[in-house]
C-alpha cells in the first residue's frame, strides 16, 4: 500500500509540476507517407491550375510535377509550441520592396538529428483579414540545403491553430515548399528572418527546380 501511494504521490506531483504533459502522437510510418502523397498531389495540381500556379504558361504547359525529396519520414517531428504575441507587429522583408506587416504567434521547440531546434511561427496581419485565412500560421526558414538542392532563398511551411494540441504540434519538413519566387520573379516573397536559420541540411519536402 505504501508503494503504490508513494508512486500515486509521485505521479501527482509530476502532474501538478508540469512535467507530465500531454503530448500529440507522431504519425505512424504508414499514416505519414499517405500524408505526404496527398500533399504532393494536391502542390502538383494547384500548380497545374491557371488560376493557383506560380508559373508563367509557357512552363506551366510542360508541367509534369514539382520535384521532391525522397519522403523522409525522421523529418516529421512532434514539436512543442510556445505562445508569444508580445513582439509588436512588424514590416517583414521581401523579394521587392513590398513589406507587408507580421506578428510573431509562438514558437516551435523541436529535436532534429540530435539538435534541439527553434523556429518562430509568424501571423500575417493582411490574411487575419480575409475569410479562411483568420487562424493562418507562417513558418518561413533556411537550411543547409538551400542552394544545395531547394531553392536558395528558403522555403515555407504552413500551420493552422487548430493543428496545435495541448501545446504541440507535429512539424513535418517532407511539406516544406518553395516561395513562387523560386519561379517566377513577378512575385514578392517574404524572406525568412536570421532568427529562423536552421543549423542543418533538410532533406525533406520541395526540391529547387534550378
Same mark, same amino acid.
Given at each position: 500500500?505504501n508503494?503504490l501511494?508513494s508512486?500515486?504521490?509521485?505521479a501527482?506531483t509530476l502532474?501538478?509540476?508540469g512535467?507530465?504533459v500531454?503530448?500529440?502522437?507522431?504519425?505512424?510510418?504508414?499514416?505519414?507517407?499517405?500524408a505526404?502523397?496527398?500533399f504532393?498531389?494536391?502542390l502538383?495540381?494547384e500548380?497545374r491550375?491557371?488560376?493557383? @500556379?506560380?508559373l508563367? !504558361?509557357? $512552363?506551366r504547359?510542360?508541367? &509534369?510535377g514539382?520535384?521532391?525529396?525522397?519522403?523522409? +519520414? =525522421?523529418?516529421?517531428?512532434?514539436?512543442?509550441?510556445l505562445?508569444? @504575441?508580445?513582439?509588436? !507587429?512588424f $514590416?517583414?522583408?521581401?523579394? &521587392?520592396t513590398?513589406?507587408?506587416?507580421?506578428?510573431? +504567434? =509562438?514558437e516551435l521547440?523541436?529535436?532534429?538529428?540530435?539538435?534541439?531546434l527553434?523556429?518562430?511561427?509568424?501571423?500575417?496581419l493582411?490574411l487575419q483579414?480575409?475569410?479562411g485565412?483568420?487562424?493562418y500560421?507562417?513558418?518561413?526558414?533556411?537550411d543547409?540545403?538551400?542552394?544545395?538542392?531547394s531553392?536558395?532563398?528558403?522555403?515555407?511551411l504552413?500551420?493552422?491553430?487548430?493543428?496545435?494540441?495541448?501545446?504541440?504540434?507535429?512539424?513535418d519538413?517532407n511539406q516544406a515548399?518553395?516561395?513562387?519566387?523560386?519561379y517566377s520573379?513577378?512575385?514578392?516573397?517574404p524572406i525568412?528572418?536570421?532568427?529562423?536559420r536552421?543549423p542543418?541540411?533538410i532533406?525533406?519536402g520541395v526540391?529547387?527546380?534550378?
Amino acid at each position: 500500500m505504501n508503494q503504490l501511494y508513494s508512486c500515486f504521490l509521485l505521479a501527482f506531483t509530476l502532474l501538478c509540476s508540469g512535467a507530465v504533459v500531454a503530448q500529440i502522437p507522431r504519425p505512424t510510418p504508414t499514416e505519414h507517407a499517405e500524408a505526404v502523397a496527398k500533399f504532393q498531389q494536391t502542390l502538383n495540381a494547384e500548380y497545374r491550375n491557371p488560376q493557383e @500556379s506560380p508559373l508563367p !504558361p509557357e $512552363a506551366r504547359e510542360k508541367f &509534369t510535377g514539382l520535384d521532391f525529396f525522397p519522403t523522409n +519520414y =525522421g523529418a516529421c517531428v512532434v514539436a512543442r509550441f510556445l505562445r508569444d @504575441s508580445s513582439q509588436a !507587429p512588424f $514590416a517583414m522583408p521581401t523579394s &521587392t520592396t513590398r513589406r507587408p506587416l507580421y506578428q510573431k +504567434y =509562438g514558437e516551435l521547440h523541436f529535436t532534429l538529428e540530435g539538435k534541439a531546434l527553434r523556429l518562430n511561427v509568424y501571423q500575417s496581419l493582411d490574411l487575419q483579414q480575409k475569410p479562411g485565412y483568420q487562424d493562418y500560421l507562417f513558418i518561413p526558414f533556411t537550411d543547409r540545403t538551400n542552394g544545395h538542392g531547394s531553392y536558395g532563398g528558403g522555403r515555407y511551411l504552413d500551420m493552422r491553430q487548430g493543428q496545435i494540441q495541448s501545446g504541440y504540434a507535429v512539424l513535418d519538413f517532407n511539406q516544406a515548399y518553395n516561395p513562387f519566387c523560386a519561379y517566377s520573379p513577378l512575385y514578392s516573397c517574404p524572406i525568412p528572418p536570421a532568427e529562423n536559420r536552421l543549423p542543418l541540411a533538410i532533406q525533406a519536402g520541395v526540391r529547387s527546380d534550378h
